[in-house]
C-alpha cells in the first residue's frame, strides 16, 4: 500500500519520486486536467459566472491513473506548483477524482516546495495544508475574465473590423504599447545640435579630452549650438583661449549589487545577455527547476521561476556568503547579509527569488551535465544570485574644469575603478558599456593653476533619436513596471503577440504589423477603457486582493461586467463608416506619409482626381480610391510577417548566404507544400538516362517559422536534422529531433512523439524529449517477443481504437478487450487469425515506385480493382494488359518530373 503524490510533470514526478521512495506512487498530471471549452456560453454571467469545465482525452486518462493508484493508499498529496496556477490543478484533479467517486476513505493534503530538493520535499510533506481557496478564486476570477474578454470582444473585432483576429485582457494593452511607441517614432523629428571636444595636455605631455560647456561664462544647454555656424564660432572662441586647470573634484562611489532574479528580471537579462526570448527562458528555467541528472542523482538546480520577490531563505544566504569568503575572500564579502525586499502585488504568490538550490553547484561543474541553452541560462542565475551577497564596486571620479579669461569652460570627467567587488564576477548588462567607458576614461594627474596645451579643438554634429522600439525584454520591463500582468502571463502573451501576427520581430525588437495598428485603433477608439494601462492595472490589483482573501471574485466580475455589457451593447449600431473614419483619423498619417516635394499624399495615382483612404473589404483593410466604382485602384496595406514572407517568395526564392563549409547557397523557397530550405542547386540536365541524380538537400520550415525572417544559422541547423539530442536515461537509447509530414517530431527507436507549437526542434533538449516520450509511451504497451521471430509485439492506441502491431501486421483488438488486460499468446493468437498488412501512408508508396518501376504499380492497382468485382472475372487476364498500355507513356514522367514537396519535407 502506497501514498499518491499528483505533480505537473513527468520529469518532476521522477526526481520526487527518488527523494520519497517505495511508500509513495508519484503521478503527473502533464499540466491543467481540464479547462475551459472554447466555444461561447461556458461561462455565464447572468448564473453568478457559473462555468462548465472540460477535459481532453490526455487529462481524463491521468485522472484515471490517479483514481487507480488511489485505491492502493490512504492519502492523495497534491505537490503541483506553488502559485496560483499550481493550484488551481491540485483543485481541478480533487474535483474530477471527487465526482468519480474516487475519494472515500481517501485524505487529501496540498504541500508545495519552492525547490525540488531531497530536504525541500521532504520538509513539506512534513507539512501539509488544505487547499487555498482565495488563491483558487482569483484563478476562477482570472479565468472568467479572460474568458469573457476573448469572447465578447473578439467577435466584435470580427464583424466590425474584418481581418482581425482576436482580443485579451492583457493581450490588447501590451498590443497598444508596442503600437504607441511606433506612432512616436513615426511622429519623432530629429533635432541638429552641435558640440566642441578640446584634445588637450597636460604641462607633462599627458594628452586627454575636454567638453566645452559654458560660453562666455553661459551653460551651454543641448540645443544652444544648432547649427555649423555657430558651432564654428564656438569653436574658434575656444581654439583662441588660453586653458588653465580651475578646479578639480574627486570623490568614491560605491555601487551596490542587483538583487538575485524575479521572472521579469530574468527575461530581461537573458534577452539582453543570451538573446532568449521570453517563452524560451522560461521553458529552460522550467527544466532546470524540475531537475537534470547530476553526477547519478536526479536534482532540481534552481529555485521556482515564476515569482515576483527578491527576497532569498536565510540559510541560501548563508551558503552563499560562506561560498564568497572561500572563492573570493574576506575582502568581497560584506560585514552583513544582503537583505532584499520588494513591493510584492500579493504576498501569498511572492516566493523567492529564483537562485541555484545548492551554490556548491557551480557552471562550471555542471555543464558537463546540461544542454549548452540549460548551461548558460544556470551560469547568469548562479552568477546573479552570488554575486547579490557580494561587496559593493567601488570608483574613484574626477570632474576637472578649465578656464580662460573670456570665462569659457571645458570640462574632463574620469572614473578609476578602485575596487571591483561583485563586478569581479557579474555585471548588469545595462551598465556593462558604462564600466568599460569609465574605466577607460582616466584622467593624467594634474593640480590646479596647470596651464595646458592644445592640440586639437573640433566641433561634432549629432542628431536627436527617436524612442527605441520596444524589445522583449523592454516590453516586460514596462509592463511590470505598469503592474500589467503577472510573472506567469509575461511570456504566453507575448507569444500570442506574434502568433496572431501583431507584431513581428525584427533585430530583436518588436514592430506592429499593420493589423495589430488596426486592432489597437478600433480598440482605442471604441473600448478605450479596457486598454487602458491605469484601469488594466486597477483590475490587477483587485484580482491580487481576490488573492489575498480580501475581495469577493464574483462582486469583482459583477462589476466588471455591468460595465463591460454594456460598452459591448453600444456597438452594435456602429457603422463601418464610423469605424472607418476613427481608423482613418488615428492612422492617417501612418498609411499615408508625408511626400517630400509636399503634394498631397492621398491623390489616387490612377485617375488623379479620387481621395485615397482606408477602406474595409471581407478578407480585412486595403487603401481604395474614392471614385470607386469609376476608379478601381486599390492598394494593399503592409501585410503581417508572415503573409509578406509569402508574397515575396511566390516568384522564386530568398539567398540567405554560404554554408561555411561547402560553400553552398542556402535559400528559402515556396513550393506546393510550403516554404522550405536548400543547400545549393539541382545539377544540370544530363545525357546519360541511367545517371544517378542527386537532389539538393532540402528541409521544411515548421511551423511559426518565417521565410522572411529567419536566418542563415537557424536554416543550416534545419539542413543538419535529425539532430541527436542525447541519451534516454532510462532505456539508454538514443533520441532525435527532426521534421516529418506532420511537423517537428522527437524520435526514439520505433517511438515517434510530435513537438508543441512552443517547442523549437533546434533547441529542445533531453528533458523535455523525456517528458514528450513519455506521453507518447503512455499510449503503447510492449506485449514481449513474438514466439516465431523473435520480434516485438506492441499494442496501440489508434485512431479508431487499440489495436495489436508485429512488424507490419496490424489487428484491432475486440472490442469486449482492453489494451490493459490482453495477453502476449492472445496477441500471436489474433494476429494470426486477423492480422492485416499495414498500408503505407497515403502517397509514400505511390511515390516510392513512380520513382523506379511504374508499370508493375500500375498493373498491381488495376489487378486489385478487378478483384474487387466479381461479374469482371473473365475479364481478369486482360486487365493487367490494358492497364500497362495506359501508363506506357507515363513510365517517362518520373525522370522529369519536379520533385514533390513533401519528399523534401520528410
Known sequence: MSDVVVVESPAKAKTINKYLGDGYTVLASFGHVRDLPPKDGSVRPDQDFAMDWESDERGSRQVSAIAKSIKKGTTLYLATDPDREGEAISWHVRAMLEDRNALKGVTVHRVTFNEITRNAVTAAMAAPRELDQPLIEAYLARRALDYLVGFTLSPVLWRKLPGSRSAGRVQSVALRLVCEREAEIEAFRA??????????????????????????????????????????????????????????????????????????????????????????????????YEGADVGGETVGLITYMRTDGVQIAREAIHAIRDHVGQAFGKDYLPGAPREYSTKAKNAQEAHEAIRPTDVQRRPEDVVRYLSHDQARLYELIWKRAVASQMAQAEFDQVVVDMKDGARNVLRA??????????????????????????????????????????????????????????????????????????????????????????????????????????????????????????????????????????????????????????????????????????????????????????????????????????????????????????????????????????????????????????????????????????????????????????????????????????????????????????????????????????????????????????????????????????KKLASVRSLGAHPKDGEGIVVKKGRFGPYAQHGKIVATLPRTVSMDDITLDEAVTLLAEKGKELKPKAGMKGKTAARGKAKPAAKATKTASAEAKPKAEPKKAAAPKKAAAAKKPAAKKPASRKPARSEAAD
Not at 566645452?212 to 581654439?239: C, I, M, P, W, Y
Not at 596645451?453 to 527605441?468: D, L, V
Not at 488615428?586 to 482606408?614: E, N, Q, Y
Request: charged share 30%; proline share 7%.
Open 413 to 774: 570627467n574620469g572614473s578609476l575603478l578602485a575596487f571591483d567587488g561583485f563586478l569581479k564576477l557579474y555585471r548588469e548588462d545595462r551598465d556593462d558599456q558604462a564600466d568599460e567607458d569609465d574605466e577607460s576614461r582616466v584622467l593624467p594627474p594634474m593640480t590646479e593653476g596647470d596651464p595646458l596645451g592644445q592640440r586639437e579643438i573640433k566641433a561634432s554634429q549629432h542628431f536627436t533619436q527617436p524612442p527605441p522600439r520596444y524589445t522583449e525584454a523592454s516590453l516586460v520591463k514596462k509592463m511590470e513596471e505598469l503592474g500589467i500582468g503577472r510573472p506567469s502571463t509575461y511570456a504566453s502573451t507575448l507569444s500570442v503577440l506574434r502568433d496572431r501576427n501583431y507584431v513581428r520581430l525584427d533585430a530583436k525588437r518588436l514592430v506592429p504589423e499593420d493589423r495589430g495598428r488596426l486592432v489597437t485603433a478600433f480598440l482605442s477608439s471604441f473600448f478605450n477603457r479596457y486598454v487602458d494601462y491605469s484601469f488594466t492595472a486597477n483590475l490587477e490589483e483587485k484580482l491580487d486582493e481576490i488573492s489575498d482573501g480580501r475581495a469577493d471574485w464574483r462582486a469583482v466580475m459583477r462589476a466588471f461586467w455591468h460595465d463591460f455589457s454594456e460598452a459591448v451593447d453600444q456597438t452594435k449600431d456602429l457603422k463601418i463608416t464610423d469605424v472607418i473614419n476613427a481608423l482613418d483619423d488615428d492612422l492617417g498619417r501612418h498609411f499615408f506619409p508625408p511626400k517630400d516635394d509636399g503634394s498631397d499624399p492621398r491623390v489616387c495615382p490612377a485617375c488623379g482626381t479620387g481621395r485615397l483612404g482606408l477602406k474595409l473589404g471581407r478578407h480585412g483593410s486595403f487603401i481604395g480610391c474614392s471614385n470607386y466604382p469609376t476608379c478601381q485602384y486599390t492598394r494593399r496595406l503592409a501585410v503581417n510577417a508572415g503573409e509578406e514572407g509569402e508574397e515575396t517568395l511566390k516568384e522564386g526564392m530568398r539567398l540567405l548566404g554560404q554554408d561555411p563549409e561547402t560553400k553552398e547557397d542556402v535559400s528559402v523557397r515556396r513550393g506546393p507544400y510550403g516554404l522550405y530550405v536548400q543547400l545549393g542547386e539541382p545539377p544540370p540536365p544530363s545525357t546519360d538516362k541511367k545517371a544517378k541524380k542527386e537532389k539538393p538537400k532540402r528541409m521544411s520550415l515548421p511551423r511559426g517559422m518565417d521565410g522572411e525572417t529567419i536566418t542563415l544559422d537557424q536554416a543550416l541547423g534545419l539542413l543538419t536534422l535529425p539532430r541527436l539530442i542525447g541519451l534516454h536515461p532510462e532505456t539508454g537509447e538514443p533520441m532525435e529531433a527532426a521534421i516529418g509530414r506532420f511537423g517537428p517530431y522527437i524520435k526514439m527507436g520505433a517511438v515517434y512523439a510530435s513537438l508543441d507549437k512552443d517547442d523549437d526542434v533546434l533547441a529542445v533538449g533531453a528533458n523535455r524529449a523525456v517528458d514528450l516520450l513519455a
Open 191 to 288: 533635432r541638429e545640435y552641435w558640440t566642441i571636444e578640446a584634445l588637450l595636455s597636460t604641462p607633462a605631455g599627458a594628452p586627454f579630452t575636454a567638453r566645452l560647456t559654458h560660453l562666455d561664462g553661459l551653460k551651454l544647454e543641448q540645443f544652444d549650438l544648432n547649427n555649423a555656424a555657430t558651432a564654428e564660432a564656438a569653436r574658434s572662441r575656444v581654439q583662441s583661449g588660453a586653458f588653465a586647470v580651475s578646479t578639480i573634484e574627486r570623490k568614491r562611489v560605491r555601487r551596490n549589487p542587483m538583487p538575485p532574479f524575479t521572472t521579469s528580471t530574468l527575461q530581461q537579462e537573458a534577452s539582453r545577455k543570451l538573446g532568449y526570448g521570453a517563452q524560451q527562458t522560461m521553458r529552460i528555467a522550467q527544466q532546470l
